[in-house]
């Protein structure tokens, strides 16, 4: 990866035929959830399904919301829901705003049909969608009280559909994460590398490790002091990782820096919420 933009085009085999499989499905749905990492809302929805998802009843779930900027979520939420959306703030690991979630899919139910057919439980099919990493098994499995979608902490791994019910006759149909074929914009395809929605294969750690090192100097700069316990006023983002690498021992033989080693605290620090509450995207960069 790197600033003049060699696209990654990367697109497992099983995402072509999990787009195919979400469309032809999406028949079936009465409402769709896309889960959305709230620390990079935009770049984690998935612009390769909107024209499809038009004509449905959209949730934006914002998850991991424990992990971002509380008032820079606010201000997505109020964004998304100017333009229209059902928008909620969710924490899915401690199942935190599902209630709020579900009665989100009961208002915006339309149970007529259920009543003329003289029902009195409605069986409501909602889609659950989100590229990879975003919580979107963590959020069914709090939903379900369960672990019927399987949780690992790595991109791609829920690789085929089931269906799930839930309370309030509530039946969840879990997709496959996917993203879209090429990942073109390096804005877009660092913040996923980011949050772990990529492959490590496919990025260079180093380099992903130092842009965010940059961008936290210039928006968290008080989230890195206080996380490695330094003073980085008047100090450019190569002098901060050097300081960051000697705070933390990421020192090879000969007093030379462990690049590896540095990428990766940073990166997992970041991953982990260690560096404290961080939203990557503002509304006030939108346009």
């Known amino acids: 990866m790197n600033e003049n933009g060699a696209n990654i085009n990367w697109y497992p085999g099983h995402m072509a035929k999990t787009k195919k499989q979400i469309i032809d499905d999406l028949k079936l749905i009465d409402i769709v959830i896309e889960v959305l990492d709230s620390r990079c809302p935009i770049s984690t929805q998935n612009k390769d399904l909107e024209q499809a998802l038009k004509a449905k009843k959209i949730i934006y779930a914002f998850n991991k919301s424990d992990l971002a900027d509380e008032e820079e979520t606010a201000k997505w939420i109020e964004y998304y829901k100017k333009q229209g959306n059902s928008c909620i703030k969710i924490q899915a690991n401690e199942s935190k705003g599902l209630k709020d979630l579900i009665n989100t899919i009961l208002n915006l139910y339309d149970n007529s049909k259920d009543l003329a057919q003289g029902k009195t439980l409605a069986n409501i099919k909602v889609m659950i969608i989100g590229i990879p990493n975003v919580g979107k098994s963590t959020l069914i499995n709090s939903l379900s009280n369960s672990n019927k979608a399987g949780v690992q902490n790595k991109p791609g791994f829920t690789k085929q559909k089931q269906w799930i019910k839930i309370a309030n006759g509530i039946n969840l149909l879990d997709e496959p994460g996917m993203l879209w074929p090429k990942l073109e914009n390096e804005y ?83 991953r982990n919420g260690k560096l404290g509450k961080i939203t990557l995207e503002k509304v006030e960069d939108i346009g």
């Open 188 to 270: 877009v395809k660092r913040n996923l590398a980011y949050i772990n929605a990529i492959p490590e294969n496919v990025i260079d750690n180093e380099e992903i490790a130092y842009y965010l090192l940059d961008f936290l100097c210039k928006n968290y700069k008080s989230n890195l002091e206080e996380r490695y316990n330094i003073e980085i006023e008047n100090l450019n983002t190569l002098q901060v990782k050097n300081l960051i690498a000697t705070n933390r021992g990421c020192i090879l033989r000969g007093g030379v820096i462990d690049e590896v080693k540095v990428a990766n605290t940073i990166i997992n620090d970041f």
